[in-house]
């Protein structure tokens, strides 16, 4: 059930009028457990922010989840705003910064992010044997050709993956 919890009007930070509706829902996933979901919407500029995060922190921890048969592409991952995101055996990741967010996927939906990313990047990058070899990394990723990690370092502990196979370490430096 989606209980909303608070609703205001605030300044936006692009274009500083104050007309950001801010909305923030509290959520009971079935396995993910309690949610808080916020939603803030500039109806003058249209500026968009959204987040996701588990509602109860745990300590600093990383998580740590290998990809090894095509089933494990539908587990689901909640990443916080604060964490990162990090695929070794591809030398890829997800930093938090600035203007980060957290959200709600899937093994799979990772993997399509970092091929958006990817293309964008390609599109203005001249070294395109290097994107031709990223993009078939992912391919294999996407198909679980090989097994691989998915690594979640999360200094809030409010990040998630929804599988028994996740190993969960605690970490004492919030940068590692």
């Not at 509706?21 to 396995?31: F, I, K, R």
């Not at 919407?41 to 995060?53: A, F, L």
């Not at 044997?129 to 996407?142: H, I």
Request: aromatic residues 6%; glycine residues 4%.
């Amino acid at each position: 059930m989606i209980q909303q919890v608070t609703s205001l009007t605030v300044r936006c930070p692009i274009c500083k009028r104050e007309t950001m509706q801010v909305s923030e829902y509290t959520y009971s996933a079935p396995l993910a457990g309690n949610l808080l979901l916020s939603i803030s919407k500039c109806s003058s500029c249209g500026y968009t922010y959204r987040d996701v995060r588990l509602l109860e922190s745990k300590p600093p921890r990383r998580i740590i989840y290998k990809v090894e048969n095509p089933d494990d592409l539908r587990t689901l991952i909640i990443r916080s705003s604060s964490s990162s995101i990090i695929i070794p055996e591809i030398g890829l990741s997800i930093e938090p910064g600035p203007a980060s967010y957290g959200f709600i996927t899937t093994v799979e939906g990772i993997i399509d992010r970092f091929f958006e990313v990817l293309e964008a990047v390609c599109n203005d990058f001249s070294n395109k044997k290097s994107c031709e070899e990223v993009r078939r990394l992912l391919s294999d990723a996407k198909e679980v050709k090989k097994p691989y990690t998915i690594i979640i370092v999360d200094p809030d502990g409010t990040s998630y993956i929804a599988s028994n196979k996740a190993i969960i370490e605690p970490i004492a430096n919030r940068k590692t």
